[in-house]
């Protein structure tokens, strides 16, 4: 229903105009304008001010630290850092220093990550490094006595999972460059350029339907594979400071080492950095008709050297297993429409396992998901990796460390209902690729 307005007519003599209260008012209203005005730039100069003291005038302090825990056993598995046991152990300490620091009122806690678990008569020895902001206006060894100082008060407050011997506690300041290489011996790590941790709720979606990767250092380990004068035509994962992980149909047509170059960054051009291609090696059992064993490793000539830009992935052991509808992401160069262009600029997808009962039905993909695929995406499409996107990685977050579970591979078109990503499963591949790299 629609309301007509109502209309009113008043005489000039009930009405007199007054001509002053109209002036009034107009200088009334600017006084107001310029004392709000006043005020808001004064609340946002104070906000200013407060801002650089509180936020730009922070920094970032890395320390060392080292102790011995008495109520762990040494096990062998311990020595190799993307073991199992190496993992699950390490996010227990973790979760304990986050616990110890995380509201203790030492500083701004950050982030820990365990480098080293070594050998002891007594138990074990933990190497880590630990994260924390502060004001810039004090120094690393003040801070470094205050950290000692809470950790030593939780000892005898708090009942901690790990016993630490405290006589064996050293904490040593680090400068950014020392934790950075520390950190390279660890794998999955992703940093901003200010060598603060990106966590895993940054990076939301891409793709067919996604977003481009908003930052450097995002997903350092995506690699572009290039032929030499054709530009892009697959993706690959950074497994190590010299081998790439990709899919075996990247090279149908072109097998020749010295044909290839691989770039890193988050653009195609210009890239970060650019390295040629000295090995191929294809899955022996490869099968282009059914997809199977498409799996590839590719040896750089040259190795690179890791940094917040350059990363390698960790690679998930044999025994992981993804629930159905576990979050993972597919990050690429891929066309984001079918049989669209490359994309200069490297994109990302957030999607979901999907088990393999339901991708091998009759209206999806009736039977020819192997044991060595992964389905991910979503059964009514619209999110999705695309041609282009080959050989790239599918990684899963496990408390901010990124494995790769799996190689995209092949699907019906792109991002179509009930037609999802199939992706080489790399966990049933571990030993092969151990087998040609040594990984």
């Known amino acids: 229903m629609m309301y007509a307005p109502v209309e009113f007519e008043f005489s000039e003599a009930d009405y007199p105009p007054v001509e002053y209260q109209r002036k009034q008012q107009y200088w009334d209203s600017i006084r107001l304008a310029i004392f709000t005005l006043v005020i808001v730039a004064i609340i946002g100069i104070t906000i200013g001010i407060v801002a650089h003291f509180v936020v730009e005038d922070d920094k970032s302090f890395y320390y060392l630290a080292s102790f011995q825990v008495t109520n762990l056993k040494y096990r062998e598995n311990y020595g190799l850092r993307t073991s199992k046991e190496f993992i699950q152990r390490s996010h227990q300490i973790e979760r304990m220093?986050?616990?110890?620091?995380?509201?203790s009122g030492a500083g701004r806690f950050i982030k820990s990550h365990v480098i080293k678990i070594s050998p002891d008569e007594n138990g074990v020895n933990i190497l880590m490094v630990l994260m924390f902001r502060y004001p810039s206006t004090g120094s690393a060894e003040h801070f470094r006595k205050r950290i000692e100082r809470t950790l030593y008060q939780s000892l005898k407050t708090k009942k901690l999972p790990f016993t630490i011997n405290k006589p064996s506690f050293t904490l040593t300041s680090i400068d950014s460059k020392k934790m950075r290489n520390l950190l390279n011996s660890r794998c999955?790590?992703?940093?901003?350029?200010?060598?603060?941790?990106?966590?895993?709720?940054?990076?939301?979606?891409?793709?067919?339907?996604?977003?481009?990767?908003?930052?450097?250092?995002e997903w350092p380990w995506q690699a572009s594979l290039q032929l030499k004068g054709a530009g892009h035509q697959c993706g690959a994962s950074l497994i190590s400071n010299t081998w790439l992980l990709t899919a075996a149909h990247c090279f149908r047509k072109n097998k020749d080492p010295s044909q290839w170059i691989a770039t890193f960054g988050t653009t195609i051009t210009p890239p970060i950095v650019q390295r040629n291609v000295g090995k191929i090696i294809v899955h022996e059992n490869y099968r282009r008709e059914t997809n199977e064993n498409d799996i590839a490793v590719a040896q750089l000539t040259t190795r690179v050297e890791f940094s917040n830009i350059v990363q390698r992935v960790c690679l998930a052991d044999s025994s992981l297993k993804l629930p159905p509808k576990t979050s993972v992401f597919v990050t690429g160069f891929g066309s984001i429409v079918d049989d669209g262009p490359t994309q200069n600029k490297l994109r990302q997808a957030r999607v979901e396992t999907i088990s393999s009962d339901v991708c091998n039905r009759k209206d999806v993909y009736d039977g020819l998901i192997t044991k060595g695929m992964l389905c991910a995406g979503f059964m009514e499409g619209k999110i999705d990796a695309c041609k282009g996107d080959s050989g790239g990685p599918l990684v899963y977050d496990s408390h901010d460390i990124w494995y790769l579970v799996g190689i995209v591979s092949w699907g019906q078109s792109c991002a179509l209902p009930k037609k999802p990503g199939v992706y080489t499963r790399v966990t049933q591949y571990r030993n092969w690729i151990a087998s040609?790299?040594?990984?």
Do not use: D, W
Request: aromatic fraction near 4%; avoid cysteine.
């Open 97 to 103: 220093m986050s616990r110890i620091f995380q509201h």
């Open 436 to 439: 040609k790299t040594g990984i």
């Open 188 to 217: 999955g790590i992703r940093m901003t350029s200010s060598n603060m941790p990106i966590p895993a709720y940054s990076s939301k979606e891409r793709i067919v339907q996604g977003r481009e990767t908003s930052m450097e250092g």
